[in-house]
């Protein structure tokens, strides 16, 4: 069953609850391309990715919000590559994101 995740304030701006009907479930990093967890959520899951390897999101995706409900922190990079020359930020697990000041186009999950 998917669980909805409780909001943790990240960044500027306050707490956020992601919608009902747009859960992420245990053990993963969804995405959305617009803000405010609307659009097509994608996944990306614990048992598909290796930690602390910069994980390109889907081919043409391009997250403009996202919930990290890894269990571990996540780097989220603007960089398809994880290049640290672009934007990116590390969010602690349940941690959500309704509006990212940049486009996430990668991430990286920490074991730590």
Known sequence: MLSVLAAIAVGAGGAYAAPPGNPCS????????????????????????????????????????????????????????CDTEAEFSTYPTGSQNPRSTYVARAIKIWSH
């Not at 999101?57 to 590559?81: I, M």
Request: charged fraction near 15%; include cysteine; aromatic fraction near 8%.
């Open 26 to 81: 245990a053990g993963s990093f969804c995405s959305w391309p617009e803000e405010n967890f609307t659009g097509q959520a994608h996944e990306v899951g614990l048992q598909a990715t290796s930690l602390e390897q910069c994980v390109p999101l889907q081919q043409g995706v391009e997250a403009r919000s996202f919930a990290n409900n890894t269990g571990h922190p996540v780097t989220v990079y603007q960089d398809p590559d």
